[in-house]
């Protein structure tokens, strides 16, 4: 599935045994000997919720949210029973998901943790003025962010920015890293670097990270749009959380080999 061109592989464990390793993760990622993925996401029953959630990254890292991958799952599971919302349980919290209407689906990703702690930071420092060159600004959305607003986020070595700064001595778990310019009233431009995988062509939770940072750094309001690689996603900060609405796509559904699972060391 993908949202976006944020591309992923989803089990669903309700229907088989099989368990996500670390090994399991990297060698689904691979691309050229895999299927290949920016995250993995296993799907199981949950005991307070619909579904719950777990995320893998394609290094066979755990993430605590995927925001798309948690949009693709909602709107599958929504087609298969007919209802228009759902709870998810991940290692974020408990999410609500809706059906949006004309193929889009929403997902409550929680209110962004703004303390260094729950970022979590090294140390305690301004989070809206992080000492970085290039002024970012950290935002926890289940996952540590770090966010730049540029003049052109086009010009931005994504490739080479974002490696170091996943790495930042100021994030002790690694950070996802966006650039951001403002287009034009409420409309962003971002790109993302994601920690574990690399460049994205979308991300739903720096897409959240982005949207709070820029409504509280004074550049848009708290509902924004935000043109990525992939396309634009929609951004709404209110009292309840961060709701992100947009597009999923499901692209195949398949099995993997007894053989090439035999394979995996």
């Known amino acids: 599935m993908h949202g976006l061109g944020n591309d992923f592989v989803v089990i669903d464990a309700r229907n088989t045994d099989a368990a996500v390793t670390p090994a399991l993760a990297r060698a689904l990622a ?77 997902v409550n990703m ?25 002024d970012p600004v950290a935002t926890g959305m289940g996952n540590p962010h770090c966010s730049f607003f540029v003049a052109d986020a086009e010009a931005v070595d994504l490739a080479a920015r974002g490696a170091e700064m996943e790495h930042h001595p100021l994030f002790p778990e690694r950070t996802n890293v966006q650039f951001a310019h403002v287009i034009g009233p409420d409309h962003l431009r971002m790109r993302v670097w994601e920690r574990g995988t690399g460049i994205t062509l979308a991300s739903g939770s720096s897409s959240c990270a982005v949207g ?25 900060w209110r009292d309840d959380g961060v709701w992100m609405t947009g597009p999923t796509a499901l692209v195949f559904e398949g099995y993997l080999s007894p053989d090439w699972l035999a394979a995996i060391p």
């Open 212 to 236: 709070v940072a820029a409504a509280r750094r004074g550049l848009t309001g708290r509902k924004v749009q935000i043109t990525l690689d992939g396309g634009d996603i929609f951004i709404d």
């Open 110 to 134: 929680g209110q962004p943790v703004l303390d260094w702690q729950g970022v979590p930071l090294a140390r305690d420092v301004d989070l809206l003025h992080l000492p970085i060159p290039g």
């Open 30 to 106: 691979d691309r050229h000997r895999g299927v290949g993925f920016d995250q993995l996401a296993q799907v199981e029953t949950g005991d307070d919720s619909d579904l719950r959630l777990t995320f893998w990254n394609a290094d066979g890292s755990l993430s605590s949210t995927c925001g798309n991958a948690t949009r693709c799952i909602a709107a599958r599971e929504m087609a298969r029973t007919g209802k228009s919302t759902l709870t998810l349980r991940t290692e974020r919290g408990l999410l609500q998901a809706r059906d949006a209407g004309g193929g889009l689906t929403s």
